[in-house]
């Protein structure tokens, strides 16, 4: 998979202090659906984390994987100052595959690469703002910003975590 930031976007860069969402900022060449995803389990089968929800993937610490690190290396520019990152997948079969709300030790740069999955942001138990993202959209969640992902439909998210 390999992004390319969209012409209009080429000059943003992020501080990581506020949450950002942009519509169409990546362009997508080979992105990540189901059949290359079946793919990336099979390889990486040591990889793949609570299982407990059957509607839903989680594979952690993927950063090994080559299409892992092209994705960090597009996020190293975006972002003002170097930080370590790794990456993970989040898939749901269904739009069962709710997340469970919660916030994360790093900034999380998050790109869909199929469906449709709708984000929503809280400030402690109360609701801020929800995001609808689709293909190519970014959506930047900085660290210990409440959150959960309700999929609307299957989805592939592809999640950089920044330990800002």
Do not use: W
């Amino acid at each position: 998979m390999i992004l390319k930031v969209n012409e209009e976007f080429k000059d943003q860069k992020f501080d990581l202090k506020q949450v950002y969402f942009f519509s169409k900022f990546f362009s997508i060449q080979n992105p990540i659906d189901f059949n290359r995803l079946t793919s990336i389990m099979d390889v990486y089968e040591d990889r793949i984390v609570d299982l407990k929800k059957p509607n839903l993937i989680k594979m952690l610490n993927l950063q090994i994987m080559p299409d892992a690190f092209n994705i960090q290396n597009t996020i190293k520019g975006l972002l003002t100052e170097s930080f370590n990152m790794n990456t993970a997948i989040f898939a749901s079969l269904n739009k069962n595959g709710i997340s469970e709300t919660h916030h994360d030790m790093e900034s999380v740069f998050l790109i869909p690469t199929h469906g449709l999955v709708n984000y929503v942001i809280y400030e402690g138990e109360k609701f801020v703002r929800s995001f609808q993202l689709g293909v190519g959209d970014l959506l930047v969640i900085p660290k210990n910003i409440t959150h959960s992902a309700i999929p609307l439909c299957p989805r592939i998210v592809i999640s950089v975590g920044v330990y800002n």
